[in-house]
């Protein structure tokens, strides 16, 4: 059965001057936590202000205990981003109701 792992995050990016700044920042993140843990991830909110950025990222698979351990070590990841801080954060599995 297919399960989905929903993390919704903001960051805090102080030495942002700039959009640009701000993007060349997250672009960084997003293809390091592309690479490391195989999610599809994208800027959602926050897009004009430029030390702040919302995020989501989405992972899916068959094991619940795989996405939970993956989302995980996701957070772990951005609690130690040097470039900003993790402000917030939601997490959700999302796992189809059987056939009725």
Known sequence: MLHIGVLQFTLEIPYAESIK??????KALKDRLRRSFNVSI????????MTIA???AVVAGSDIAHLNSTMDH???ELGEW?????ADHQLEII?????Q
């Open 95 to 99: 796992s189809p109701q059987g056939p």
């Open 74 to 76: 996701l957070l772990n």
């Open 82 to 86: 040097r470039d900003g801080t993790l």
């Open 21 to 26: 700044d701000k993007r060349n920042a997250i």
């Open 54 to 56: 919302t995020l989501g």
């Open 42 to 49: 994208s800027e959602i909110d926050d897009l004009d202000n």
